[in-house]
């Protein structure tokens, strides 16, 4: 999930683990399926895509997905955070903040 394994505190485990114990959604299979896709062709807004550069849970590569979303979305915006893993807004909360003013700025 992160990154830097040195990044990681008792916080961010307690953290982990009340998010677990209260989702309701597992999005596995909607991720690891075509309906990712289905869905997206169906979408019509500008999308922001924001990846850490090292997260281990995307079943392909970043360069993949970066090219499924400029094939369906070339419109959109995908952008990986280098030095992240899946919690890319906890672990770069400035950059990500930044990068969401500057999309919602933009597309207003």
Not at 10 to 28: M, P, Q, S, V, W
Not at 62 to 86: C, Q, Y
Request: proline share 2%; glycine share 2%; aromatic share 8%.
């Amino acid at each position: 999930m992160i990154a830097d394994p040195a990044a990681i505190s008792e916080h961010t485990i307690d953290l982990h683990a009340e998010n677990f114990k209260n989702t309701r959604y597992d999005g596995r299979r909607f991720s690891l399926s075509n309906d990712t896709v289905t869905a997206l062709e169906r979408i019509v807004c500008s999308i922001q895509f924001i990846y850490g550069a090292r997260d281990a849970l995307p079943h392909s590569e970043l360069a993949d997905r970066a090219n499924l979303v400029e094939r369906l979305h070339s419109h959109s915006e995908f952008v990986v955070v280098s030095d992240t893993g899946h919690w890319v807004q906890y672990e770069a909360t400035a950059d990500v903040n930044r990068l969401l003013l500057a999309f919602m700025t933009a597309s207003a």
